[in-house]
């Protein structure tokens, strides 16, 4: 038994030691082609060894008997996060080749409905697959917040700080720990946020409907964070849902941003990402 779990830990950090890899691979791709500068090399590699440390320790902590396709899906998908934040970054010293942009970011969002399905179809499906979705959802929509409050102003910065400022708060009110209700119009709302962003980013509309787009994506996400602590608070009294420590910006969840992953003694395991499905930042 000693040598089945020495063997699967070996294999868990070859899977995470991979994802660095092609996170590495994939900046030598756009340092070549583009010509990334130190801003977007260094944060890109940041951005790779948290991802691949902060997965590495939930991975122990967890201890799955094996990675699983929907978190290998996932793990692309975060690689590709890491391509656009080294590309936003970069955008501070230079223009950004905005067609590399839009193509990374539209197929991240693209694999952001694959590996739900790839979860339940494998029967993989697991709490710390679920945050890990989650997690790299969020850090997506705060990246390419950044990106667009270049050109709208700072108050942009409202739609990804959103969901980390919950989480925040979260901490010193346990009420806002407590479950949500499935809500078609929170995962409606979460989808959105990504599209609009990008559709902002991409450069394509002029200034005042770019304007708007923005304004749009924050109005809607305001008002489903709105509406959902207002009923975490008429239900402050109530039952305790299950409650789950914030964990670091680059690892595991797919779960409404202000929900707590369900426990899984609680909740079956196969319905966690089907719940969390589009759940990137809004309530």
């Known amino acids: 038994m000693a040598l089945n779990n020495t063997y699967d830990a070996r294999l868990l950090q070859q899977e995470t030691a991979v994802g660095a890899g092609v996170q590495l691979l994939l900046l030598a791709v756009l340092g070549t082609a583009i010509g990334l500068g130190p801003a977007g090399w260094l944060t890109g590699l940041a951005f790779g060894l948290a991802t691949w440390a902060v997965l590495s320790r939930a991975l122990h902590r967890s201890r799955p008997r094996s990675f699983g396709a929907a978190n290998r899906v996932t793990l692309g998908r975060a690689t590709l996060v890491g391509g656009v934040t080294a590309l ?4 501070f010293q230079s223009p950004p080749p905005v067609t590399v942009l839009v193509a990374l970011t539209t197929v991240a969002l693209i694999l952001d409905a694959v590996d739900g399905k790839v979860a339940r179809r494998t029967g993989s ?7 890990f979705d989650m997690e790299v959802d969020a850090f997506l929509i705060l990246v390419l917040s950044v990106y667009v409050a270049a050109t709208v102003g700072p108050w942009a910065l409202l739609i990804g700080g959103m969901r980390y400022a919950f989480v925040a708060a979260a901490r010193f009110l346990p009420w806002l720990n407590n479950a949500l209700p499935p809500s078609t119009a929170r995962k409606t709302v979460a989808a959105l946020q990504g599209v609009l962003l990008l559709l902002a980013g991409s450069g394509i509309l002029p200034y005042a409907l770019t304007f708007g787009v923005v ?18 608070w008429r239900e402050r009294g109530g039952s305790a849902g299950s409650e789950v420590a ?16 369900p426990a899984p003694a609680r ?3 196969e319905s966690v990402r089907l719940r969390e499905a589009a759940a990137v930042g809004a309530p």
Do not use: N, Y
Request: hydrophobic share 60%; charged share 10%; proline share 10%.
């Open 88 to 91: 936003v970054a970069d955008s």
């Open 125 to 131: 499906s697991t709490a710390l697959g679920a945050r």
């Open 215 to 232: 304004a749009l994506a924050l109005a809607l996400l305001t008002w489903s964070f709105g509406r959902d602590i207002g009923w975490l």
């Open 246 to 261: 914030p964990a670091p910006a680059a690892v595991p969840a797919r779960v409404p941003a202000q929900a707590a992953v």
């Open 267 to 269: 909740v079956p395991a």
